[in-house]
C-alpha cells in the first residue's frame, strides 16, 4: 500500500490490485440514485471512472490504480469526495 496520503474514510485500500473499494448503504432507491448522479458528475470532473455495482439500497465502488499502477491522488480525491457526499446525503 502506498504512503502517500491516508485512505479516505470508510474506504479499504488493497495492494494487489492496488485498488480502494467501498459499499455505501441507502435507505431508499432515491438516496441510491442520487449517489449515482454525483458519481457520475464526479468522474466527468476528474476523468477517473470506478467500477460500479449496485442494487435498491446499496452501492459498491471500485477504484483501481491507473494503468494496473499504485492508487494515487486523485483516486484518493475520487474517494473522499464520493464518502463525503454520501455522509451529507444520507440522514
Not at 486523485?74 to 446525503?89: N, V
Amino acid at each position: 500500500m502506498t504512503t502517500e496520503s491516508p485512505v479516505p474514510a470508510g474506504w479499504t485500500e488493497s495492494e494487489r490490485p492496488s485498488l480502494l473499494h467501498r459499499r455505501f448503504e441507502f435507505d431508499d432507491y432515491d438516496e441510491t440514485r442520487r449517489f449515482l448522479a454525483f458519481l457520475e458528475s464526479l468522474s466527468k470532473e476528474l476523468g477517473l471512472y470506478p467500477d460500479l455495482s449496485f442494487a435498491r439500497t446499496h452501492v459498491r465502488v471500485t477504484v483501481h490504480g491507473p494503468d494496473g499502477g499504485a492508487v494515487g491522488a486523485e483516486e484518493r480525491e475520487f474517494a473522499a469526495r464520493a464518502g463525503a457526499f454520501s455522509s451529507k446525503e444520507v440522514v
